[in-house]
């Protein structure tokens, strides 16, 4: 496969399939999605805002099949790159309406944001139409928190947020639009790509980018490229383009890789593919695992979540990560796969400093593996930041305790944006062990855990901020769990 390019994809748009050929269009493997729909005469609808997935004012939606039926997911289209939309079907604002002749037949989403009286400027309306337009079809009576969970990553400047959620709330069942209509006809040219294609890979423009669909072959291109970056949902990655205009020379794109999107448990372990969104691991452990979809449900946006992946989350090694200091608690362990076998780490012992792994070179991350809890075990997952929702955190901990009669037996306190890496208070952690746990404890603990980091000053929280942020939360942990 890594000798051979073929240089171009095929996707949905205006029900039709279109083939991009990189070369004769003069397009480089990252031109985001967002900049490709806007080079086309039909689809300027799609605004760029911030180039980060902050503001959705590119909001698009992407369908694609699963189990032989067409899923509907909200994405930022400035972080999709053109290659990552082969085989699915992209949805913009201007394909809502049915249109005959003159006659226009506007969608249910966009009369009821006109009834609404939702649209003020109309700088980020298309955006959020189409966030309206994912809800549409994958709620059937949305209350008001989960139209405002579908709406947390769309921006407004016009401040014209109360009618957006009466229109997300007065929206009417989907019994049957024109996409529901057209699904057969939809299903049928999924068929023809994939019947056309298997891996992508492509060379344009000193960039190579490879899009493999097993995972033996992207080990093979791995090993054949080992200085490629390695990317799935590109939420973290894209931004090196997009903000820094760096040249992403080779890129692996995992997305396409089913066997990496798979959830499976035993009788004592949660196994997660190191593929699945964050949105689908949401999904999954919703009940099973509650405080993990606590954690996602202030993660980021749904746009970012239905692209974003654990194990990318988790590859990134960020300081600031939500994920990482849950995952420290709940004694999370990863599995690596490279050509040479499989070999499982512990997440502590799998960041190894600023932004550093011990992931080898030629090695990716299978799966995640989380064991369940025992019924005197709580975990808890605390995020401080200046806002709900799409905020970065000041503080974030995951706090994990086992009472025995009132004796802390175990005790895991990992905490974010207190150093330069997710780092636990281990000797708080020992001060606590065998100890009654007690406000008078808790107290004591807490002088402890504020000599324990030191964090930096920065746009988001002083040192003292953070020290004393970090102590409360231990207090906010006992108040919670106190017997």
Not at 448 to 468: K, M, Q, S, V
Request: glycine share 6%.
């Amino acid at each position: 496969m890594t000798g051979d390019y073929n240089n171009t994809i095929q996707f949905i748009l205006d029900n039709k399939i279109i083939t991009v050929d990189f070369n004769k269009e003069r397009l480089k493997p990252t031109t985001t999605l967002l900049n490709y729909l806007r080079s086309l005469p039909n689809h300027k609808g799609v605004k760029e805002g911030c180039a980060e997935g902050d503001c959705g004012a590119c909001t698009v939606v992407l369908a694609e099949q699963q189990n032989g039926k067409i899923i509907y997911k909200a994405v930022n289209s400035c972080l999709v790159f053109l290659p990552m939309i082969h085989g699915k079907q992209v949805i913009t604002v201007e394909n809502l309406a049915e249109r005959d002749g003159k006659e226009v037949e506007l969608h249910p989403v966009q009369v009821a944001l006109i009834e609404s009286d939702g649209t003020q400027c109309g700088f980020c309306t298309p955006g959020v139409v189409m966030s309206l337009f994912g809800l549409y079809k994958n709620s059937k009576n949305p209350d008001r928190a989960e139209v405002e969970e579908y709406l947390g990553g769309n921006l407004c400047r016009c401040t014209g947020y109360q009618p957006i959620l009466n229109a997300g709330i007065s929206l009417p069942k989907d019994e049957g639009d024109l996409f529901t209509e057209n699904e057969e006809h939809i299903l049928e040219l999924y068929k023809e790509i994939r019947g056309n294609y298997k891996n992508i890979s492509i060379e344009a423009f000193n960039q190579k980018y490879f899009q493999p669909t097993e995972v033996d072959d992207a080990l093979q291109i791995l090993e054949d490229n080992p200085d490629a970056i390695v990317i799935s949902g590109s939420t973290d990655i894209a931004l090196k383009q997009t903000k820094k205009f760096e040249l992403l020379e080779t890129l692996i794109d995992l997305s396409a890789i089913d066997s990496l999107k798979k959830f499976s448990e035993t009788d004592s372990e949660f196994i997660l593919g190191a593929g699945m969104t964050l949105e689908s691991i949401k999904t999954e452990l919703h009940s099973k695992l509650p405080v993990f979809n606590e954690m996602l449900k202030i993660f980021a946006s749904k746009q970012i979540r239905n692209l974003a992946t654990l194990g990318g989350n988790i590859a990134s090694a960020s300081p600031i990560s939500d994920t990482l200091p849950l995952l420290f608690a709940l004694n999370a362990k990863l599995r690596l796969v490279a050509k040479a076998g499989e070999r499982e780490i512990t997440i502590q012992n799998f960041i190894t400093g600023y932004r550093k792994t011990d992931l080898g070179k030629n090695e990716i991350i299978k799966a995640i593996i989380i064991p369940k809890q025992k019924q005197n075990v709580t975990t808890k997952f605390y995020k401080v930041s200046k806002r709900k929702d799409v905020d970065i955190s000041s503080v974030s901990a995951g706090l994990t305790i086992e009472l025995q009669n009132g004796i802390i037996k175990n005790i895991i306190l990992a905490f974010g944006g207190m150093a330069e890496t997710t780092r636990r208070a281990e000797k708080t952690e020992e001060f606590l062990i065998n100890k009654n746990w007690t406000e008078d404890s808790v107290e004591k603990a807490m002088v402890i855990l504020r000599e324990e980091f030191t964090p930096i000053t920065d746009a988001r929280a002083g040192e003292e901020y953070r020290r004393n942020v970090a102590a409360n939360l231990l207090m906010k942990l006992y108040f919670e769990t106190k017997i």
